[in-house]
């Protein structure tokens, strides 16, 4: 076969794996919106056919012989976007080679096992219950990281996954830099926060109402309607691809902010995904980077854009039309509501000040259980201490401590700094957008947000996976990713809102 031959064949191969994985995510989307309690398990076995399916053509003989065919080094004469395809394509072909089918099929029963025992545990607060689970998918974590080879640390084979290219050498040290400003900063926040005890805004706000406003922003912000649709679940969610995107999102009917800014972070993930370049279509030359990237496109909407000042002087307004309750509201009072800071013990509930406290605590230690510098069974105590010092609050129970999180028992080790990761991606890009486009904030302040979302567009959706994450950031913005972006844009908006 040619050259020429081998990759068009490659291509065609490298879409259709495309297609199924899209299958997989619409049956999962139906999954947790419309689909009756009845249909779980004849679900359940759809998708693990389809995954099977997949997971044959990318690790098979045939994908084999295509990749011995092609060369994506310079030498190899193929073009740059071929380039790309292949070392992307090649880097998931070997990994899904490495991993024996058995210790697959182990860790997908482990998980469903495993999230049964978490939801109980959670319930009644009971770690002892759960820790003989965590054992077993650590266990099998560990065989499969072996299995898959790593240089440095266990855990960057778990990193891999999420972020491709990040160490855990690399992500301890920027979020080693990042704890020693933050603790302090955090800290001063809190105490003044406390002293100012601004009460949260509680209204009546008719969900109806309140799925209206949420389209209305979305739409505001660029997210289009002829490629995707918003629908409600528990946990919201965005999925799809390119001229299919939709997403979920929640509300609750005395709090505003709950489908407000969850509309804006999962429309921020929508917009990069309806961003990728038509020409690379389901090939990853068109496709996202990483997890942490992808955080940082929902962080910088629904934080940097949707919690700033002039956001809300054109939206405020907007929010009025729409509830009787919120008639007497000054843009100041509803500045504060949506940048309240307090000590709290759930991640999903925390404030940008806080936030990354509770996602650098995990990584520590699941870097410290991954390399067996603890053991399961002292999680508990270990969490408890790490929240008394970062955060100086200590959870009354389990639930509401180790165990409130999903990812341990769905096997996502590894998955936690790719939080971290996109909000410090997204102040570090959100200070590039606003030295590139004249008046930025003047373009919030008049609902005009063409021009930022152009920007992304060009710097980061149609670029797809041409470059690794750390990469990426250095082409776009000249410089790694550093801490201080972050902090700064911490300090500048806080600082205002609690002077010393
Ligand atoms: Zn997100």
Known sequence: MTAKKSLETFLSMVKEIHDLGCAEELLAWDQQTFMPPKGAEARASQMAVLAGVRHDRLAGDRMAELLAALDESEKGGLDPDARVNVR?????????????????????????????????????????SFAPWLEKILAVKRRIADAIGYEGSRYDAFLDEFEPGATTAEIASLFGELKKALVPFAGRILEAARLASIEPIRGTYPIPEQEKLARRLARMIGYDFEA??????????????????????????????????????????????QGFDPAHEGT??????SLGIHESQSRLW????????????????????SFPDAAGLTLDAWHRNVNRVEASLIRVEADEVTYNLHILLRFEIE???????????????IWNEKMRASLGIEPPDDARGVLQDIHWSA?????????????????????????????????LRRGEFGS????????????????????????????????SYFMDYLEEKYGALYPE
């Open 452 to 483: 930022l979302l152009d920007w992304l567009r060009r710097t980061i959706h149609r670029r797809g996976r041409t470059y690794r994450a750390g990469e990426l950031v250095r082409v776009v913005t000249g410089e790694p990713l550093r801490p």
């Open 88 to 128: 992307e394509v090649r880097r998931l072909h070997e990994r899904a080679r490495k991993v024996p089918a058995e210790l697959v099929r182990e860790l997908a029963k482990l998980q469903s096992l495993g999230q049964n025992a978490w939801v109980r545990a959670r319930k009644e607060s009971d770690f002892p």
């Open 411 to 443: 096997g996502l080790l590894g998955y936690f700094p790719t939080y971290t990761l996109g909000n410090l991606y997204a102040a570090q890009l959100y200070r590039a957008a606003a030295r590139a486009i004249p008046d930025l904030e003047g373009c």
């Open 367 to 381: 870097v410290d259980l991954v390399e067996g510098r603890i053991e399961v069974a002292d999680l508990p105590a």
């Open 228 to 273: 995707g649709r918003i629908d409600v679940s528990a946990h919201p969610f965005t999925t799809g691809y390119l001229h299919d995107v939709r997403f979920t999102n929640r509300y609750d009917e005395n709090d505003l902010t709950v489908g407000i800014f969850g509309a804006l972070h999962e429309g921020g993930h929508a917009l990069y995904q």
């Open 284 to 289: 990853p030359r068109g496709d996202w980077v």
């Open 302 to 321: 629904e934080n940097m854009v949707g919690r700033s000042r002039a956001f809300w002087e054109h939206a405020l307004p907007l929010l009025k039309e």
